[in-house]
């Protein structure tokens, strides 16, 4: 195995490379840099330096010099060279220093942050190439990285699950190129390893890692024992950082900001826009919807009717629309009127309790057949509950003891005019939709505050949010009413890309179409979709069976003249309108929140959590950096204090030698401290032996004599000057 001490080293570095750079993709993605590239350009010219051995007086100016450029290019319109690029930095580097002794986080300047993150990989760098060619041990390394990608990928928005798999992976290469390096040392098994071929040897190591990461792809997942206790424990201590546009399983507390995702999820091609249905909740904890305990499912098959009637009343003529998701999905989509789904050799499997279909294994491309149901408006308003049961419409009635009274007053409010539950749902549809009151926005929405009820806060505190704040105070609005109502997630209609004459049209839904919704019962018709969310219309058709007309265009506008109910005012305010597509486009905003609201909903930058975590890391690379002059501070402390015993004073010393004059296992003692004395030309380490082995072998004291302690500080004085030699 010769060879592995030759090419050992370059596979190390290039392994440390791709190890170091799990570190820039998630700064890169929370920070909003243009791009990985220079950052991981720096590590490698970083790593270069530590595996090439370059003398710190070389590596220290450039490494700054290299830190001043990558700030300039990625701050500086990628022109470091321009002479005014100096002084900003300078600036930016003296007003984030002083913002941070200030503990003024939101003040931190994105240059000053990211300068600390590449000085702290800079350390680390420096920390995986000692840990490699000194130690060969990276394990330290390997548990800092795996705790930095959990920890981001816990408290923001970064998926960091396939880059905890990387690392993962890399560690096991590295740990096996490592060991292998430990192996071709001296002493170590040099009999046995010469025998091998390093090629067979390393090959095999690798197959066997690929066979069990794909045998780990192939076996079937366990699902968590316990809920996911993260936003418990955002919520105790009060913490809102910002997340992503997109579908989440978990909606127990809603509420704060959300950053776009232009990511594409799937693609529709179908006759007409749809809202597409994942699943319906109906327990509101009064900041968001309890997850169901519920764990009953309904299996079905391929080609086989969906066990789901959602409505009992459907249009005659059956239609098909395929979805294609962009990469391997475990959940479904569907619109209003699926009867049954396509897909080769599938089983599906139905929550009976949220109505979320999922695939036996993971699922891309699917058809669905659709019949469209019938949403008659005069129907719905002649609908009684009274055949309905009384455990029907205490599950779908269900409110929270502590909603504030107000919401209740407001539900009575808004529909005093109204005769029939329709009516009621339509004047508030159009209340929180129409009114001007509220105004959509994802970036501008806030926080629940400790103790403040979700949707009371939204309509009379905040009155600005998105689709969740919309459809939840709808419903909570409609129960307060007494008419059964749940909340429906999924996607909206998406963008048409492709429109072909006599051919279906393709629509690409994007996580930025993620959206939530108002379900509401009418007995006879079933459970109908209301869209309250200002800037959105609702893609399902309604119809009047009296006049025979729709109550809904084929676009989605209203066509009925029927105006939005307004407790205040009279009609519809002309500056609100609806979109005409039902995608998730930005409105013109109304109103702004005050700035004694933006004080008292005050939230920390996602990237801050990078902050203390960078510091940490600087302070355990400058631990591991000077852990020798740290260990002799220690050792030499003791002795004066006289806490510390001869013995084991001189075998801590022999050990922190090491580095000037490692000692071999079957080395003795005294020969060890001859190769020091001539090395560091003295005879202090000799004079110690001879007396650590006078008291080994007579064993008549245990604590330091005098002469002794004098001895070890002496010797002591010697490796530190001994380090400033070499060093300078």
């Known amino acids: 195995m010769k060879i592995t001490a030759k090419i050992a080293p370059f596979v190390l570095y290039l392994l440390a490379l791709l190890l170091i750079s799990e570190w820039i993709y998630p700064f890169v993605y929370l920070t909003k840099l243009s791009g990985a590239g220079w950052a991981i350009l720096f590590v490698a010219l970083s790593l270069a330096m530590y595996f090439l051995r370059w003398r710190f007086y070389i590596t220290l100016p450039v490494h700054l010099l290299l830190l001043y450029l990558l700030t300039g290019i990625y701050y500086h319109n990628g022109h470091p060279f321009d002479p005014s690029w100096l002084p900003s930095f300078l600036t930016a580097l003296k007003n984030g220093l002083i913002n941070l002794l200030s503990f003024n986080a939101s003040d931190i300047g994105m240059i000053f942050v990211t300068f600390i993150f590449f000085v702290a990989l800079w350390l680390l760098s420096y920390i995986t190439a000692y840990s490699i060619l000194r130690k060969q041990r990276i394990m330290s390394v390997l548990v800092l990285t795996v705790v930095y990608l959990t920890v981001v990928n816990t408290f923001t928005g970064y998926n960091g699950g396939f880059a905890l798999i990387r690392t993962i992976i890399l560690a096991f290469v590295i740990l096996h190129f490592a060991l292998s390096m430990r192996l071709e040392t001296s002493n170590r098994l040099s009999g046995l390893t010469s025998k091998w071929r390093p090629v067979v040897y390393h090959t095999s190591i690798l197959a066997l890692l690929i066979v069990f990461i794909l045998a780990s792809m192939a076996m079937p997942r366990q699902g968590p024992y316990w809920a996911d206790p993260v936003p418990a424990i955002k919520s105790t201590l009060g913490i809102g950082t910002t997340k992503t546009v997109g579908y989440s399983e978990d909606d127990t507390r809603l509420g704060g900001s959300l950053e776009a995702d232009h990511s594409e999820v799937f693609q529709v091609q179908t006759d007409r826009p749809h809202y597409y249905r994942v699943e319906a909740k109906r327990t509101y904890t009064g900041v968001g919807w309890a997850n169901q305990t519920n764990t009953k499912q309904t299996y079905f098959e391929s080609n086989s009717r969906i066990p789901l009637s959602l409505n009992e009343t459907y249009a005659d003529e059956a239609t098909d629309l395929t979805i294609s998701f ?345 020969s060890h401290a001859e190769k020091l004395d001539r090395k560091m030309e003295t005879t202090v380490f000799s004079d110690l032996t001879t007396r650590y082995e006078a008291f080994l072998y007579g064993n008549d004291q245990t604590q330091i004599l005098v002469e002794q302690k004098e001895t070890l500080l002496q010797a002591i004085q010697q490796l530190k000057n001994f380090k400033s030699k070499k060093t300078h």
């Open 326 to 670: 962009a990469a391997s999905n475990d959940y479904l989509v569907y619109p209003y009127g699926s009867q049954s789904i396509q897909a080769a050799d599938q089983t599906f499997a139905m929550m009976n309790t949220t109505e979320k279909i999922t695939p036996a294994d993971t699922i891309k491309n699917y058809s669905v057949t659709v019949t469209e149901p019938v949403y008659d408006t005069k129907k719905m308003r002649e609908a009684t509950y009274g055949g309905v049961s009384d455990q029907f419409m205490a599950q779908y009635t269900q409110l929270p003891d502590s909603l504030p009274d107000r919401v209740r007053d407001l539900a009575q409010k808004i529909t005093k005019d109204t005769t029939n539950p329709y009516d009621a749902a339509k004047a508030i549809e159009n209340y929180l939709s129409f009114s001007g009151r509220y105004t959509y926005s994802t970036t501008e929405a806030t926080d629940t505050l400790p103790d403040a009820d979700y949707v009371d806060q939204f309509l009379f505190e905040t009155k600005i949010g998105y689709c969740d704040n919309f459809s939840t105070a709808m419903v909570v609005l409609l129960r307060a009413q007494g008419i059964p109502a749940r909340w429906a997630k999924g996607f909206a209609a998406g963008e048409k890309i492709q429109t072909a004459t006599g051919e279906k049209t393709t629509y690409q839904i994007t996580n930025d179409d993620a959206h939530s919704w108002p379900e509401v019962y009418f007995p006879g018709t079933g459970w109908v979709p209301f869209e309250p969310t200002a800037t959105f219309s609702n893609p399902e058709q309604f119809v009047n069976s009296d006049s025979g007309s729709n109550a809904n265009t084929q676009d989605g506008t209203s066509s009925s003249s029927e105006t939005p109910a307004d407790p205040n005012q009279g009609g519809q305010n002309s500056g609100q309108t609806e979109q005409q597509n039902g995608a998730n486009q930005a409105p013109q905003e109304t109103a702004k929140p005050s700035a004694a609201s933006h004080s008292a909903n005050f939230k920390l930058p996602g990237w801050f959590w990078l902050v203390p975590l960078v510091l940490i890391i600087a302070l355990v690379a400058l631990g591991v950096i000077f852990q020798r002059q740290l260990r002799l501070l220690s050792l030499e402390r003791k002795i004066r204090q006289e806490k510390i015993t001869f013995a084991k004073a001189y075998l801590a010393l022999v050990k922190l030698s090491a580095k000037v004059e490692p000692r071999n296992e079957q080395e003795t003692l005294r």
